[in-house]
């Protein structure tokens, strides 16, 4: 069956553009925000009729041009169309008071990854707050999580709120933009004009698992190259976290993991002799690689490669925050006294004193769970299993598609 997101469907279905007629429109937008024929959001509305009177863009700009985390992005004035293109990265995180007096109502059309630490829901979360504050309108123009729906990781923790952190949801949320949204709301007691312009035919456990069969994967950023990553990213962003590389400078990046003085073969080892049932669903395999920029430029690296993919694929029994506690663990239990966590001095998002790995996590649990040599796998499942639980309780009304 074919999938129509959300711009698909606007664009198609004059009665529910009818609401934007006299309006003043803008679209948060990026690389990945195209049409089934690949023409951008801000193109094909423009065509449409829409009165696109300013764009904003998320981290990594709304052209998807800048590389790493904390690399921030101006404003500018785009040069087809002459409208003004406002930074949610740069000078602010937050929509200006000057750039929400530009429009009426914002359309938010952002492929998301599905999970928590990808700043694209903050954003989203920051856009509603401010809609609020000045009486604009919201729709999100809704697109698949490609993770699916599988729920995981432990809740953030009160205090640790961040931009990689909006709220006390689960590392792997399992939510579209558009379902996350109306949490949003709920939990933050919003009073704000908000529409989910629905996708048509997505079924979260269809054909693809999340990513339909019949739509090009575009990087929604520099380094979301595809599917895979998507579906290993709830783990492997933890590596940002960690004096490992996560294969940034490479052409599979968050898909794998490792370093020039770690034994893959042995680490693999090492995590199915600690918890094989947390490898299902996914294929391990030890690699080489040596990244052209980032961690451990130049120098060879033994690495993990993860595959969520291929026949060893099973998104009900993969759990990627789970795979990449182990290869931690794996780490320490093989050498103790090995460097795993990048120290206070790294300022990940901009926080001061305090561990990067913590700030992804949203608290403390897992990295004290690796470090303790005395806890086990079910340690960590006592953290996660009744948060995961309970995440999946409160979203349960939510779920759009079933």
Same mark, same amino acid.
């Given at each position: 069956?074919?999938?129509?997101?959300? @711009?698909?469907?606007? %664009? *198609?279905?004059?009665?529910?553009?009818?609401?934007?007629?006299?309006?003043?429109?803008? %679209?948060?937008?990026?690389?990945?925000?195209?049409?089934?024929?690949?023409?951008?959001?801000?193109?094909?509305?423009? !065509?449409?009729?829409?009165?696109?009177?300013?764009?904003?863009?998320?981290?990594?700009?709304?052209?998807?041009?800048?590389?790493?985390?904390?690399?921030?992005?101006?404003?500018?004035?785009?040069?087809?169309?002459?409208?003004?293109?406002?930074?949610?990265?740069?000078?602010?995180?937050?929509?200006?008071?000057?750039?929400?007096?530009?429009?009426?109502?914002?359309?938010?059309?952002?492929?998301?990854?599905?999970?928590?630490?990808?700043?694209?829901?903050?954003?989203?979360?920051?856009?509603?707050?401010?809609?609020?504050? +000045?009486?604009?309108?919201?729709?999100?123009?809704?697109?698949?999580?490609?993770?699916? +729906?599988?729920?995981?990781?432990?809740? %953030?923790?009160?205090?640790?709120?961040?931009?990689?952190?909006?709220?006390?949801?689960?590392?792997?949320?399992?939510? #579209?933009?558009?379902?996350?949204? +109306?949490?949003? @709301?709920?939990?933050? !007691?919003?009073?704000?004009?908000?529409?989910?312009?629905?996708?048509?035919?997505?079924?979260?456990?269809?054909?693809?698992?999340?990513?339909?069969?019949?739509?090009?994967?575009?990087?929604?950023?520099?380094?979301?190259?595809?599917?895979?990553?998507?579906? *290993?990213?709830?783990? #492997?962003?933890?590596?940002?976290?960690?004096?490992?590389?996560?294969?940034?400078?490479?052409?599979?990046?968050?898909?794998?993991?490792?370093?020039?003085?770690?034994?893959?073969?042995?680490?693999?080892?090492?995590?199915?002799?600690?918890?094989?049932?947390?490898?299902?669903?996914?294929?391990?395999?030890?690699?080489?690689?040596?990244? #052209?920029?980032?961690?451990?430029?130049?120098?060879?690296?033994?690495?993990?490669? @993860?595959?969520?993919?291929?026949?060893?694929?099973?998104?009900?029994?993969?759990?990627?925050?789970?795979?990449?506690? %182990?290869?931690?663990?794996?780490?320490?239990?093989?050498?103790?006294?090995?460097?795993?966590?990048?120290?206070?001095?790294?300022?990940?998002?901009? #926080?001061?004193?305090?561990?990067? @790995?913590?700030?992804?996590?949203?608290?403390?649990?897992?990295?004290?769970?690796?470090?303790?040599?005395? !806890?086990?796998?079910?340690?960590?499942?006592?953290?996660?299993?009744?948060?995961?639980?309970?995440?999946?309780?409160?979203?349960?009304?939510?779920?759009?598609?079933?």
């Amino acid at each position: 069956m074919t999938v129509s997101f959300g @711009i698909d469907r606007l %664009l *198609a279905d004059p009665a529910l553009r009818a609401p934007l007629e006299g309006k003043r429109v803008a %679209l948060l937008a990026h690389p990945a925000s195209v049409t089934a024929d690949l023409t951008h959001s801000l193109d094909a509305l423009v !065509a449409a009729g829409i009165d696109i009177t300013a764009v904003f863009g998320p981290q990594h700009g709304v052209r998807g041009d800048l590389q790493d985390n904390m690399m921030e992005s101006p404003d500018f004035t785009d040069p087809t169309y002459g409208m003004p293109v406002f930074s949610l990265y740069g000078e602010v995180r937050r929509p200006s008071g000057q750039s929400m007096h530009t429009f009426d109502v914002m359309l938010v059309d952002l492929q998301d990854l599905g999970c928590r630490i990808y700043t694209y829901v903050t954003t989203l979360l920051y856009i509603l707050e401010a809609a609020a504050a +000045h009486g604009k309108a919201v729709w999100v123009l809704d697109r698949p999580n490609p993770a699916g +729906h599988p729920v995981e990781g432990t809740l %953030l923790r009160e205090g640790w709120e961040s931009f990689v952190g909006a709220g006390p949801m689960a590392m792997r949320h399992g939510l #579209t933009m558009g379902e996350m949204g +109306h949490w949003f @709301i709920r939990h933050f !007691a919003l009073d704000v004009d908000y529409r989910v312009i629905a996708m048509d035919g997505w079924e979260p456990g269809g054909p693809g698992f999340g990513w339909p069969t019949d739509r090009v994967w575009i990087n929604p950023s520099p380094n979301a190259a595809n599917v895979n990553m998507a579906r *290993a990213y709830a783990g #492997t962003v933890m590596v940002e976290g960690a004096t490992l590389s996560e294969g940034r400078g490479t052409t599979r990046p968050l898909e794998l993991f490792g370093a020039p003085d770690i034994d893959a073969k042995a680490v693999i080892a090492e995590m199915h002799r600690l918890a094989p049932e947390w490898l299902a669903g996914c294929k391990l395999r030890d690699i080489w690689f040596q990244p #052209t920029f980032h961690k451990h430029v130049g120098r060879l690296n033994n690495g993990i490669h @993860i595959h969520a993919e291929g026949p060893w694929y099973d998104p009900a029994a993969f759990r990627p925050w789970r795979v990449q506690a %182990l290869g931690f663990k794996a780490i320490r239990s093989l050498w103790p006294d090995y460097p795993i966590w990048r120290g206070t001095d790294f300022k990940y998002e901009y #926080t001061d004193d305090v561990l990067a @790995i913590d700030v992804i996590n949203g608290g403390p649990d897992l990295r004290l769970w690796v470090d303790d040599t005395g !806890a086990a796998p079910g340690d960590l499942d006592a953290l996660a299993l009744p948060d995961e639980a309970a995440w999946r309780e409160e979203i349960a009304d939510l779920l759009i598609y079933r």
